[in-house]
């Protein structure tokens, strides 16, 4: 066990004239399996890569333990198994220089020869392969997979295979970013279980259910402060929607007390004023006595005054770290029939492939119908098809006339420009999209940037709240949450719950699945 101590540290971006964070002290023991929470924008991963080393900042940050990063570049051309070999250590690099020691027989040679022994031995050289083959099988993966191409891979398979040779590594304490982003439900699982057997990680994850299973403290970036929690993401919520109550509770009661304190300043020194002036005029009878009465409601009033100052500071203190769940709105559309969509025998190729076979379902008006199933069995594929961006299938698909669709896409690479020019080429309702931006924690600096310049998780909430701000008659939406925000997929869950749109998605979200879907097509 070591600590990781962040001290006083203080970091903004060249770009930016607010500081993301200033002045910030926390510590963490290496031995924590620690969630690390918070909204788009507020720094996660900035914090990870400022203890990676990759930005200048000021303050300390002192650690016994070398940092790893996820995701991370892999050499693609090898195949899996050296791939893996050389993520652990460069284990193909020092068996070559070995080998060239042995041959030149010189004595620095073989001094520089027993060096790189040492090390290969210390990293478990000689039985490496065997712990890799052992690791990944904890992860579900076939060992198979180590003498194939590292880019013939899948993306959930590349996740799994990465991770567990960052575990191999000797004193490494992991930075995990987002890792559940290319896995699904089964996937996720399987690397929760696998992280909760571990231990000296930060995970950054949206995915409450994921976070339960996986971690034994939270690390959450509020917005004035960062704070550290024992227990997973249940127990954090809980305690931080006590916190917020009492707050809430204390300020109501504050504000009550100062209305109270404000008006018996207000007489005590009304009071005071008129006995002091009675001292003049011909009926005063004991000038004395008058003027000690008049000190006397004059020192009364300050100490009220104090009072009053001192519940300010504390109401100072309170509601500022409270994340407003502003609620958002939709306004589907009633179709005309009871059914929109209906699907029969639907089969799709893919690269000469048949990746769908004999599919079929309907989508009836109020349905909200989640497509579940591995990596690569055509979830997006059928959702393209209803939204007329993929006609190579076979079967019946029946779209009702004149349906509006409104879709979120998986991909957000191609926003780019400024926020004006998408808001004009989409013919979006802007008055609507900026609310909506507003409640989902983006405000007027990031309307400033261009939209290649957003988190990820920004970039999904502006598909999201385009898709929002139309009335259309089915949404269809594809991996939504993909990098969104635990507060913000709260808000979209109780949006979805309240308006009870028609919808066909794809989500890999086990809370967001079970509250949302009334159907579900296994694929």
Known sequence: MSLIQVNNLTFRHETNYKNIFENTTFEIDTDWKLGFIGRNGRGKTTLLKLLM???KYSGNIEASVEF???PFKAEVE???LETVRNIVAPFTYWEKEMDRCIREKSDSSIEKYGELLDLYVHNDGYIINELIEKEIRKLYVDAEILSRKFNTLSSGEKTKVMIAALFLKKNNFLLIDEPTNHLDLEGRNCVSEYLSQKRGFILVSHDRHFLDSSVDHILSINKCSIEIQKGNFSSWQENKNRQDAYEINKNEKLKREILNLEESFRRTSGWSDKVEASKIGEHSCDRGYIGHKAAKMMKRAKSIERRKLKSLDEKKKLLNNIEQFNSLKVIPKPYHKDTLIYVDNLSICFNNRKVIENVGFSVNQGDRIALRGKNGSGKSSILKVLIGKNDCYGGTVNIGSNLIISYVPQDTSLLK???QNFINDKNINESVFRMLMSKFDMYSDDFSKNLEELSEGQKKKVLIAKSLSES?????????????????RIQIQELIENFEPTMIFVEHDYSFNENISTKIVEL
């Open 417 to 419: 420009g400024s926020f």
């Open 68 to 70: 790893d990063y996820f």
């Open 78 to 80: 090898q195949n899996t």
């Open 472 to 488: 259309a008659h089915l949404y269809v939406w594809d991996e939504p949450l993909n990098f969104i925000d635990v507060y913000s």
């Open 53 to 55: 080393g990759r930005y």
